[in-house]
């Protein structure tokens, strides 16, 4: 009597095998391997350059690989768009969200645009329609956010949770989440991981990016590490992160953290009875020259108010302000750069950097394009001066890039700050204002960038932060943002994360 055997259906749900892709003479992956099974995490690591992204393009269809293979549930795999890929299960969340939505878009038309665009709903819809079937993929997706609010208006936080959601909306079965806390306070993060172990226990496969080991300690399965787009490294659990990080940046990270100063002399900036809002407690501040503080605290704790406060975009409720022991307030940012304060906003794809293709987007003209008028008061512009501080900066930042006229867009996130650091570091200034100033950049890319934060001893830095670590890390000094007011913490994650609104 014959007896039928039934296979079992593969777990594996995909197989990456001696991927390549070339951009020029630039080799952005060598044979480069990675399988992610059904209901597993898998962490990809990698400096900024190693390869993350270009895999991931492909991935996502929007470049194809030079040599390799691709097994998707056991079939070769191609898309041509993300559109495609999309279709076929693979949805990529990315860390800059500027395609999820626009001004003018309400937050129930982001979560469903791109079904508006592919024609999944109907010509003739009501609104009632639209907010039901919204309210419905943030439910699912266990978000919660104003439908009627406009795109806009929104915070990086939540322009990525939309993000989320509406990929989970797509039935995904990889989803791809490139740096997805980048921009989450602790709480949310939290809550994604909550989200991310569920999408787990469905069998949906996780390919996620990030440089945030606390992240890859609550999720990852495995991390697979990848160094100039070829496979150096992988990690099961128990994961000994201080390995994975030196296999990542190929040297050693004894001497991480830098050594806090603690005696100051001269006062840059004094703050007084601060309100930032009438009814917020008030609180004093001083910074002084050669000093680095960090602000933590969860987002909406205030810490870009006041940022954006002493880089006249807001205004202080009440409170006096003293630079270098004279008065100030700011009414615009054009006054609070002629007395030498300048910000690096926390979104630099929005705030820092010109758009692709337009004039002013190669990494000379980003970082000369607030000195224009200085540096070019006859009105006539010459390359000169922008070349120069272009070379100047890659040489002094280890900007990975193929010369000051290359597009900022060419560039990986850490070096894309480096250049926007850059910028603010070609004229003198008296106080830097850096508001998460690591999102998306890699343990080897974030060394340079505090190195070179600390290499100056004639101006004051005040740094905003939502990662303890990251501020422990830079600071010579931490402080707590809560219910908009500062308060004094002994330097410690534990200290910092045992705060009230981290306790939450």
């Known amino acids: 009597m014959w007896q039928t055997f039934i296979e079992p259906a593969s777990m594996t749900l995909l197989t990456i095998q001696n991927l390549s892709r070339a951009f020029g003479s630039t080799q952005a992956l060598a044979n480069a391997s990675l399988t992610i099974d059904k209901g597993e995490i898998v962490a990809l690591m990698g400096a900024n350059g190693a390869g993350k992204s270009t895999l991931v393009k492909i991935l996502s269809g929007i470049h194809s690989a030079d040599a390799g293979s691709i097994l998707w549930n056991g079939r070769e795999y191609r898309a041509d768009s993300p559109a495609q890929a999309v279709a076929q299960g693979i949805v990529t969340v990315h860390q800059s969200t500027d395609v999820v939505g626009v001004a003018g878009l309400s937050v129930a038309d982001a979560l469903l645009l791109n079904q508006f665009v592919d024609g999944r709903q109907p010509f003739f819809l009501s609104r009632r329609s639209v907010r039901k079937r919204a309210a419905t993929i943030l439910e699912e997706a266990g978000f919660a956010l104003p439908l009627d609010r406009d795109f806009g208006d929104l915070g990086t936080a939540d322009r990525q949770m939309v993000a989320i959601a509406r990929a989970l909306s797509n039935k995904a079965q990889l989803l ?285 830095t005040l740094i905003a932060t939502s990662d303890p670590e990251e501020a422990l890390e830079v600071a010579d000094r931490v402080l707590v943002m809560e219910h908009h007011s500062l308060k004094d913490v002994t330097p410690t994650t534990a200290d910092i994360k045992q705060s009230e609104e981290y306790a939450r």
């Open 176 to 460: 791809i989440l490139d740096e997805p806390t980048a921009s989450l306070s602790a709480r949310e993060a939290t809550r994604l991981y909550e989200i991310v172990r569920q999408l787990k226990a469905r069998g949906i496969g996780i390919l996620y990016i990030s440089h945030r080991t606390a992240d890859l300690d609550a999720l990852a399965d495995r991390v697979v590490i990848l160094r100039g787009g070829r496979n150096v490294g992988a990690f099961a659990r128990p994961i000994d992160f201080d390995a994975a990080i030196e296999t990542m940046i190929g040297r050693s990270m004894k001497a991480a953290r830098p050594h806090r100063r603690e005696q100051f002399d001269r006062t840059v900036l004094q703050l007084q009875g601060i309100r930032l809002f009438p009814d917020s407690p008030s609180f004093d501040l001083s910074l002084h020259a050669g000093e680095v503080v960090a602000v933590t605290g969860v987002l909406g704790a205030g810490k870009s108010r006041l940022l954006s406060a002493l880089f006249g975009i807001e205004r202080f409720a009440t409170g006096e302000a003293l630079l270098d022991g004279k008065p100030y307030g700011p009414r615009s940012p054009a006054e609070a750069i002629a007395r030498g304060v300048v910000l690096a906003a926390a979104d630099r794809h929005r705030s820092s950097l010109m758009p692709p293709d337009w004039p002013g987007e190669s990494i000379a003209a980003t970082i000369s394009l607030p000195h224009l008028k200085q540096w070019y008061a006859s009105g006539f512009l010459f390359s000169g001066r922008e070349t120069r501080e272009g070379e100047e900066a890659i040489g002094r930042l280890g900007i990975k890039a193929s010369g000051p006229d290359a597009s900022v867009w060419s560039l990986s996130g850490g070096n894309q700050q480096k250049v926007v650091l850059a910028r603010w570091e070609a004229e003198p200034s008296r106080l830097l204002l850096l508001d998460e100033p690591f999102q998306g950049v890699d343990v080897g890319a974030r060394q340079d960038i505090i190195a070179a934060i600390r290499a100056h001893s004639d101006r004051a």
